[in-house]
């Protein structure tokens, strides 16, 4: 694995920070986690099942921007940029802002495009998307699942 003495800083941060994203070091295990994610509010919201399967893509983009192999903000930074999305218009800096911290160069074209995508949806159907991203993210209903990433 090659890493950067900068990156190895923000996984042991994260780590110490007992933060789930501290194991997050490729697309693949962005995804992985996303979908675990996802998967968990499907269950509890069966209702949600179309929302979830969209969400994927751009939950995945920021969970990555947020790994250790990104910012190293952590998944309350992914909540929170989440809920900021949720409550924006299209035209909202926030999106920037979102768009900005998700365009990797180490990602696959649709992930750095997927907030692109999801902030040219209708404004309902946006906002049933980053709802299920909010809920998917919170806290409060974190799952132990995360922490078996790898």
Known sequence: MNTDTPTICRRLTLALRRDPLARIVAPADAFRMADQLLTRTTISDPGSRLWCSIALEPLASLILAASAGGSGQGS???????????????????????????????????????????????????????????????????????????
């Open 76 to 150: 309350h930074w992914v909540h929170a940029t989440s809920a900021t999305l949720h409550g924006a218009d299209r035209d909202d800096a926030a999106w920037d802002e979102a768009q900005r911290a998700c365009s990797q160069r180490r990602t696959t074209e649709p992930m750095r495009t997927a907030l692109a995508r999801l902030r040219c949806m209708d404004a309902r159907q946006r906002r049933s998307v980053t709802k299920v991203m909010v809920n998917a993210t919170n806290p409060a209903k974190r799952p132990r699942v995360l922490r078996s990433v790898r």
